[in-house]
Protein backbone atom coordinates (compact mmCIF):
# COMPACT_ATOMS: atom_id res chain seq x y z
CA UNK A 1 0.00 0.00 0.00
CA UNK A 2 0.73 3.64 -0.89
CA UNK A 3 -0.10 6.73 0.44
CA UNK A 4 -1.59 9.55 -2.05
CA UNK A 5 -2.48 12.84 -2.07
CA UNK A 6 -4.39 15.40 -4.99
CA UNK A 7 -2.87 18.65 -4.59
CA UNK A 8 -2.64 21.97 -6.73
CA UNK A 9 0.55 24.15 -6.11
CA UNK A 10 -0.10 27.73 -6.65
CA UNK A 11 2.47 30.05 -8.21
CA UNK A 12 6.40 30.65 -6.93
CA UNK A 13 5.48 33.59 -5.56
CA UNK A 14 2.31 32.39 -3.31
CA UNK A 15 4.45 29.39 -2.44
CA UNK A 16 7.56 31.62 -1.69
CA UNK A 17 4.90 33.80 0.54
CA UNK A 18 3.72 30.69 2.36
CA UNK A 19 7.23 29.52 3.28
CA UNK A 20 7.94 32.88 5.04
CA UNK A 21 5.55 31.47 7.46
CA UNK A 22 5.96 27.68 7.01
CA UNK A 23 9.32 27.67 8.15
CA UNK A 24 8.84 28.67 11.35
CA UNK A 25 5.21 27.39 12.24
CA UNK A 26 4.66 24.77 10.34
CA UNK A 27 5.79 20.82 10.93
CA UNK A 28 5.17 19.94 7.70
CA UNK A 29 7.44 22.48 6.06
CA UNK A 30 10.28 19.91 4.63
CA UNK A 31 7.28 17.59 3.82
CA UNK A 32 6.51 18.85 0.50
CA UNK A 33 5.63 22.66 -0.91
CA UNK A 34 3.12 25.10 -0.10
CA UNK A 35 -0.23 23.60 -1.76
CA UNK A 36 -4.30 23.41 -1.97
CA UNK A 37 -5.28 19.80 -0.92
CA UNK A 38 -7.71 18.48 -3.48
CA UNK A 39 -8.15 15.06 -1.82
CA UNK A 40 -7.29 13.94 0.95
CA UNK A 41 -4.48 11.56 1.83
CA UNK A 42 -5.87 8.30 0.81
CA UNK A 43 -4.31 4.60 0.67
CA UNK A 44 -4.08 2.11 -2.91
CA UNK A 45 -2.18 -0.61 -3.77
CA UNK A 46 0.32 0.45 -6.37
CA UNK A 47 -1.12 -1.63 -8.90
CA UNK A 48 -3.81 0.22 -8.60
CA UNK A 49 -2.62 3.69 -9.39
CA UNK A 50 -2.51 2.99 -13.06
CA UNK A 51 -6.22 3.07 -13.32
CA UNK A 52 -6.24 6.11 -11.09
CA UNK A 53 -4.09 8.18 -12.67
CA UNK A 54 -6.15 7.34 -15.76
CA UNK A 55 -9.39 9.09 -13.93
CA UNK A 56 -7.58 11.97 -12.69
CA UNK A 57 -6.26 12.50 -16.63
CA UNK A 58 -9.84 12.23 -17.76
CA UNK A 59 -11.30 14.83 -14.54
CA UNK A 60 -8.98 17.74 -15.66
CA UNK A 61 -9.53 17.70 -19.38
CA UNK A 62 -13.14 18.32 -18.11
CA UNK A 63 -12.24 21.24 -15.38
CA UNK A 64 -10.89 24.58 -16.51
CA UNK A 65 -7.70 26.39 -14.89
CA UNK A 66 -8.67 27.55 -11.40
CA UNK A 67 -9.18 30.79 -10.10
CA UNK A 68 -7.81 31.15 -6.78
CA UNK A 69 -7.89 34.05 -4.70
CA UNK A 70 -5.93 33.86 -1.20
CA UNK A 71 -7.91 36.51 0.82
CA UNK A 72 -7.08 35.94 4.38
CA UNK A 73 -5.64 34.45 6.97
CA UNK A 74 -8.00 32.02 8.77
CA UNK A 75 -7.50 29.40 11.56
CA UNK A 76 -9.45 25.63 12.30
CA UNK A 77 -8.95 26.14 15.88
CA UNK A 78 -10.44 24.89 18.21
CA UNK A 79 -10.64 21.64 15.52
CA UNK A 80 -6.80 21.90 15.14
CA UNK A 81 -4.20 24.61 15.28
CA UNK A 82 -3.78 24.80 11.58
CA UNK A 83 -3.61 28.75 10.24
CA UNK A 84 -3.96 28.72 6.58
CA UNK A 85 -4.33 31.42 3.85
CA UNK A 86 -8.35 31.29 3.07
CA UNK A 87 -8.81 30.37 -0.49
CA UNK A 88 -12.13 32.13 -1.26
CA UNK A 89 -14.41 29.29 -2.09
CA UNK A 90 -15.79 29.05 -5.81
CA UNK A 91 -18.02 26.66 -7.96
CA UNK A 92 -15.14 25.85 -10.43
CA UNK A 93 -13.47 24.26 -6.70
CA UNK A 94 -16.33 22.76 -5.21
CA UNK A 95 -16.54 21.08 -8.59
CA UNK A 96 -13.43 19.97 -9.37
CA UNK A 97 -13.58 18.48 -5.44
CA UNK A 98 -16.66 16.92 -5.93
CA UNK A 99 -15.72 15.08 -9.22
CA UNK A 100 -12.22 13.65 -7.66
CA UNK A 101 -14.30 12.60 -4.90
CA UNK A 102 -17.10 10.97 -6.85
CA UNK A 103 -15.50 9.45 -9.80
CA UNK A 104 -12.46 8.43 -7.88
CA UNK A 105 -13.81 6.72 -4.72
CA UNK A 106 -11.41 6.44 -2.34
CA UNK A 107 -12.13 6.88 0.43
CA UNK A 108 -15.25 9.62 1.80
CA UNK A 109 -13.62 13.00 2.61
CA UNK A 110 -12.46 13.69 6.41
CA UNK A 111 -14.03 17.14 6.64
CA UNK A 112 -16.31 19.29 4.35
CA UNK A 113 -14.01 21.29 1.94
CA UNK A 114 -12.68 24.41 2.89
CA UNK A 115 -10.07 25.23 0.10
CA UNK A 116 -6.85 26.61 1.95
CA UNK A 117 -3.17 26.57 2.39
CA UNK A 118 -1.59 25.85 5.16
CA UNK A 119 0.73 27.82 6.96
CA UNK A 120 1.05 26.76 10.64
CA UNK A 121 0.60 23.59 12.51
CA UNK A 122 0.89 21.67 15.27
CA UNK A 123 1.45 24.68 17.38
CA UNK A 124 0.33 24.91 21.22
CA UNK A 125 -2.19 26.66 21.78
CA UNK A 126 -0.54 29.67 23.13
CA UNK A 127 1.39 29.83 20.23
CA UNK A 128 -1.41 29.17 17.95
CA UNK A 129 -3.05 32.30 19.41
CA UNK A 130 0.01 34.60 19.31
CA UNK A 131 0.94 33.42 15.88
CA UNK A 132 -2.40 33.90 14.43
CA UNK A 133 -2.99 37.50 15.93
CA UNK A 134 0.09 38.14 14.08
CA UNK A 135 -0.86 36.88 10.72
CA UNK A 136 -4.39 38.06 10.83
CA UNK A 137 -3.10 41.77 11.07
CA UNK A 138 -0.90 41.10 8.15
CA UNK A 139 -3.27 39.27 5.93
CA UNK A 140 -3.16 37.80 2.55
CA UNK A 141 -4.46 39.60 -0.85
CA UNK A 142 -3.01 37.02 -3.90
CA UNK A 143 -4.95 36.36 -6.93
CA UNK A 144 -4.00 33.95 -9.84
CA UNK A 145 -4.87 31.00 -11.93
CA UNK A 146 -3.47 27.43 -10.98
CA UNK A 147 -3.53 25.28 -14.75
CA UNK A 148 -2.81 21.88 -13.19
CA UNK A 149 -3.18 19.41 -10.37
CA UNK A 150 -0.73 16.94 -9.02
CA UNK A 151 -1.27 13.29 -7.98
CA UNK A 152 1.95 12.93 -5.22
CA UNK A 153 2.93 9.45 -3.08
CA UNK A 154 4.27 9.87 0.31
CA UNK A 155 7.53 8.27 1.69
CA UNK A 156 8.65 6.45 4.45
CA UNK A 157 10.06 9.95 5.97
CA UNK A 158 6.55 11.92 5.14
CA UNK A 159 7.99 13.77 2.58
CA UNK A 160 5.90 13.49 -1.16
CA UNK A 161 7.37 13.19 -4.28
CA UNK A 162 5.24 14.03 -7.37
CA UNK A 163 3.59 10.96 -9.54
CA UNK A 164 1.94 12.60 -12.16
CA UNK A 165 1.17 15.78 -13.59
CA UNK A 166 -2.61 16.88 -15.15
CA UNK A 167 -3.66 20.29 -16.81
CA UNK A 168 -6.42 21.49 -16.33
CA UNK A 169 -7.85 21.93 -20.21
CA UNK A 170 -12.22 22.00 -19.87
CA UNK A 171 -13.99 24.61 -20.37
CA UNK A 172 -16.00 25.05 -17.25
CA UNK B 1 13.81 34.55 -13.70
CA UNK B 2 13.56 30.95 -11.87
CA UNK B 3 15.53 28.06 -11.88
CA UNK B 4 14.76 24.87 -13.18
CA UNK B 5 16.10 21.04 -13.62
CA UNK B 6 15.17 17.80 -15.02
CA UNK B 7 14.81 14.99 -13.18
CA UNK B 8 13.83 11.70 -12.45
CA UNK B 9 12.40 10.01 -9.13
CA UNK B 10 13.54 6.53 -8.83
CA UNK B 11 10.49 3.67 -7.04
CA UNK B 12 9.92 4.66 -3.36
CA UNK B 13 11.08 2.52 -2.32
CA UNK B 14 15.10 3.01 -3.53
CA UNK B 15 13.62 6.41 -2.50
CA UNK B 16 13.21 5.47 0.99
CA UNK B 17 16.86 3.74 0.66
CA UNK B 18 18.69 6.43 -0.39
CA UNK B 19 16.33 8.42 2.67
CA UNK B 20 17.77 6.70 5.29
CA UNK B 21 20.80 8.06 4.75
CA UNK B 22 20.28 11.44 3.44
CA UNK B 23 18.25 12.81 6.59
CA UNK B 24 21.97 11.95 8.29
CA UNK B 25 24.09 13.06 5.78
CA UNK B 26 22.59 15.48 2.67
CA UNK B 27 22.37 19.30 3.38
CA UNK B 28 19.50 19.16 0.51
CA UNK B 29 17.52 16.31 2.29
CA UNK B 30 14.51 18.56 2.70
CA UNK B 31 14.58 20.16 -0.39
CA UNK B 32 13.60 17.50 -2.84
CA UNK B 33 12.99 13.78 -2.72
CA UNK B 34 15.94 11.26 -3.83
CA UNK B 35 16.08 11.81 -7.42
CA UNK B 36 18.68 11.39 -11.03
CA UNK B 37 19.41 14.69 -12.25
CA UNK B 38 18.78 14.55 -16.34
CA UNK B 39 19.72 18.43 -16.34
CA UNK B 40 21.38 20.39 -13.90
CA UNK B 41 19.63 23.44 -12.55
CA UNK B 42 19.00 26.48 -15.06
CA UNK B 43 17.79 29.83 -15.60
CA UNK B 44 14.58 31.15 -17.60
CA UNK B 45 11.97 33.30 -17.90
CA UNK B 46 8.35 32.19 -16.83
CA UNK B 47 7.00 33.55 -20.13
CA UNK B 48 10.21 30.17 -21.66
CA UNK B 49 8.72 27.45 -19.57
CA UNK B 50 5.67 26.95 -22.08
CA UNK B 51 8.24 26.18 -25.04
CA UNK B 52 10.49 24.27 -23.09
CA UNK B 53 8.01 21.73 -21.87
CA UNK B 54 6.79 21.19 -25.09
CA UNK B 55 10.09 20.80 -26.11
CA UNK B 56 10.73 18.18 -23.24
CA UNK B 57 7.27 16.64 -24.24
CA UNK B 58 8.30 15.92 -27.18
CA UNK B 59 11.67 13.91 -26.53
CA UNK B 60 9.95 11.59 -24.09
CA UNK B 61 7.76 10.67 -26.49
CA UNK B 62 11.05 9.71 -28.06
CA UNK B 63 12.62 7.66 -25.09
CA UNK B 64 11.48 4.44 -23.40
CA UNK B 65 11.43 4.02 -19.14
CA UNK B 66 14.67 3.66 -18.70
CA UNK B 67 16.30 0.59 -17.48
CA UNK B 68 18.08 1.45 -14.00
CA UNK B 69 20.54 0.23 -12.06
CA UNK B 70 22.14 1.41 -8.64
CA UNK B 71 24.98 -0.84 -8.54
CA UNK B 72 27.15 0.55 -5.95
CA UNK B 73 28.09 3.72 -3.28
CA UNK B 74 30.75 5.75 -5.14
CA UNK B 75 32.23 9.65 -4.32
CA UNK B 76 33.06 12.76 -6.42
CA UNK B 77 35.89 13.31 -4.07
CA UNK B 78 38.09 14.75 -4.40
CA UNK B 79 35.99 17.06 -7.06
CA UNK B 80 33.32 17.74 -4.11
CA UNK B 81 32.55 15.34 -1.28
CA UNK B 82 29.16 14.02 -2.22
CA UNK B 83 28.30 10.60 -1.78
CA UNK B 84 26.10 8.35 -4.19
CA UNK B 85 24.20 5.56 -5.57
CA UNK B 86 26.00 5.24 -9.05
CA UNK B 87 23.23 4.42 -11.59
CA UNK B 88 25.00 2.40 -14.42
CA UNK B 89 25.43 4.46 -17.33
CA UNK B 90 23.62 2.79 -20.37
CA UNK B 91 23.14 4.45 -23.91
CA UNK B 92 19.55 5.09 -23.08
CA UNK B 93 20.26 7.04 -20.26
CA UNK B 94 23.36 8.89 -22.11
CA UNK B 95 20.31 9.94 -25.08
CA UNK B 96 17.83 10.99 -23.07
CA UNK B 97 20.43 13.31 -21.62
CA UNK B 98 22.19 14.46 -24.93
CA UNK B 99 18.62 15.25 -26.40
CA UNK B 100 17.36 17.11 -23.61
CA UNK B 101 20.95 18.84 -23.46
CA UNK B 102 20.67 19.53 -27.19
CA UNK B 103 17.11 20.33 -27.87
CA UNK B 104 16.82 22.76 -24.96
CA UNK B 105 19.68 24.59 -25.64
CA UNK B 106 19.40 26.24 -22.29
CA UNK B 107 23.09 26.25 -21.04
CA UNK B 108 26.47 23.94 -21.25
CA UNK B 109 26.21 20.56 -18.59
CA UNK B 110 28.71 21.86 -15.57
CA UNK B 111 29.67 18.15 -15.61
CA UNK B 112 30.68 15.09 -17.62
CA UNK B 113 26.93 13.16 -17.27
CA UNK B 114 27.87 10.54 -14.73
CA UNK B 115 24.43 9.38 -13.84
CA UNK B 116 23.68 9.20 -9.86
CA UNK B 117 21.55 9.39 -7.10
CA UNK B 118 23.18 11.76 -4.26
CA UNK B 119 22.58 10.50 -0.54
CA UNK B 120 25.44 12.63 0.87
CA UNK B 121 27.16 16.16 0.68
CA UNK B 122 28.42 19.06 2.58
CA UNK B 123 30.33 16.74 4.26
CA UNK B 124 33.85 17.36 6.36
CA UNK B 125 36.56 15.77 4.44
CA UNK B 126 36.59 13.33 7.90
CA UNK B 127 32.96 12.88 8.12
CA UNK B 128 33.34 11.90 3.92
CA UNK B 129 36.15 9.50 4.64
CA UNK B 130 34.47 8.11 7.81
CA UNK B 131 31.04 7.76 5.85
CA UNK B 132 32.01 6.51 2.50
CA UNK B 133 33.81 3.63 4.36
CA UNK B 134 30.78 2.86 5.84
CA UNK B 135 28.90 3.07 3.25
CA UNK B 136 30.43 1.60 0.29
CA UNK B 137 30.83 -1.92 2.62
CA UNK B 138 27.05 -1.77 2.70
CA UNK B 139 26.51 -0.79 -1.33
CA UNK B 140 23.69 -1.25 -2.57
CA UNK B 141 21.84 -3.27 -5.73
CA UNK B 142 18.95 -1.95 -7.04
CA UNK B 143 17.20 -2.68 -10.72
CA UNK B 144 13.92 -1.18 -11.54
CA UNK B 145 12.19 1.11 -14.32
CA UNK B 146 11.39 4.69 -14.47
CA UNK B 147 8.68 5.40 -16.65
CA UNK B 148 8.34 9.04 -16.38
CA UNK B 149 10.43 12.51 -15.91
CA UNK B 150 9.55 15.65 -14.20
CA UNK B 151 10.33 19.32 -14.84
CA UNK B 152 11.21 20.48 -11.33
CA UNK B 153 11.35 24.19 -10.10
CA UNK B 154 13.17 26.21 -7.09
CA UNK B 155 11.32 28.20 -4.72
CA UNK B 156 13.40 31.19 -2.85
CA UNK B 157 14.26 28.54 -0.13
CA UNK B 158 15.69 26.00 -2.01
CA UNK B 159 12.97 23.65 -2.10
CA UNK B 160 11.77 22.23 -5.57
CA UNK B 161 7.93 21.91 -6.87
CA UNK B 162 7.06 19.53 -9.36
CA UNK B 163 6.06 21.81 -12.64
CA UNK B 164 5.05 19.14 -15.47
CA UNK B 165 5.62 15.24 -15.58
CA UNK B 166 6.68 13.27 -18.91
CA UNK B 167 5.34 9.58 -19.72
CA UNK B 168 8.50 8.03 -21.58
CA UNK B 169 6.15 6.46 -23.87
CA UNK B 170 9.03 5.76 -26.75
CA UNK B 171 10.25 2.46 -28.48
CA UNK B 172 14.26 3.15 -27.92
Not at 73 to 86: M, R
Amino acid sequence: MMKYGIVAFPSKRLQDLANTYRKRYDSHYSKITPHLTLKEAFEAEETEIGTISQKIASIAEKHAPLNIHASKVSSFFPTTNVIYFKVEPTDQLKNLRQDLQEQLNIGKPKHVFIPHITIAQDLTETEHDDIYGQLRMIGVNEQEVIDRIHLVYQLEDGSWTTYDTYRLTGAE
